[in-house]
């Protein structure tokens, strides 16, 4: 005979577990990052290349050349996450999730981050005086070689890179995990880059073909589902900080003294320089 419903007793784990996301931030040190920034819009002053004139004749008039100064523009955007601790379902909890809602905002933080950085690699920026004037990113700064990524589009990204003499030093690349499979795939077996590219995807290093890979799923695709991961140098993108992430924990007396769990940040996020940045499309079978 069974016992009465009564009698069970529910047991539950005394914690709660995060579940598999990406917690850290990822990009925020391969890009230059400014965190002084008061006001609606802000601008990145530069300046191009000057070039010399020949003196042909005895005392002649020394030439005058207009000073090629540019800008760049950064408006701020605004994200928030929210949530509140309902009081009442808060005593029935062998646990306090106050903790783990504030973990997982601060890894929907650094997230978002990555997020803006990747989306301003291809997006339209804003020159000019008044920051009007919109750039896109040229076809020339992009490979459209088919397959997936290999060796091969490795060193044209370099190419492209060194064609618009770029440093070569603070190169990078962003791939998803599809993308390291292919460089393991793709190499064969005697080749000597075989042994650096499975450390590679192993993770014991993270520098190939004068590149520091960095890994993100959050990479997007293109109209034929091409998954579109960039290589650039730390001087082609710009991050703006408005305003730092930070968290508040209050209680809020409008509904019954429930916890709310608050964290916010204000940023922007521009391509400073097209011969910066390098867009590879890798198809993913």
Known sequence: MSAPSTAFVKSYQDTITMLAQQMDNRLRSAVMVDT?????????????????????????DTPVQDADHRR?????????????????????????????????????INRQVDALIIEAFNATAYTGKTGSTSVTLAAAQKTTVGGGLTIAKLTKANQILDAGEVE??????????????????????????????????????????GFKFIHSEQLG????????????????????IQKEAEGRLTERPDKNYAWQ?????ALGVTRLEEARVVEIACVES
């Open 261 to 265: 769990v608050y964290v916010r940040i």
């Open 221 to 240: 695709t293109d109209s034929g589902s091409r998954r579109l991961c960039y290589a650039w140098q730390k001087k082609g993108m710009q991050l703006a």
């Open 36 to 60: 002084n920034w008061t006001g609606e819009e802000k601008y990145y002053d530069q300046y191009a290349s000057d070039s010399m004139v020949e003196i042909s004749s005895r005392l002649q």
């Open 72 to 108: 760049r523009r950064v408006t701020p955007r605004y994200f928030v996450s929210n949530t509140l601790e309902d009081p009442f379902e808060a005593l029935q909890m062998l646990v306090d999730p106050k903790s783990t809602y504030m973990q997982a905002k601060k890894a929907a």
């Open 168 to 209: 070569r030093e603070d190169r990078f690349i962003v791939v998803s995990s599809k993308q390291k499979e292919d460089l393991l795939n793709t190499t064969q077996v005697t080749s000597s880059d075989y042994n650096t590219v499975k450390a590679l995807v192993q993770g014991d290093i993270d520098t190939f073909c």
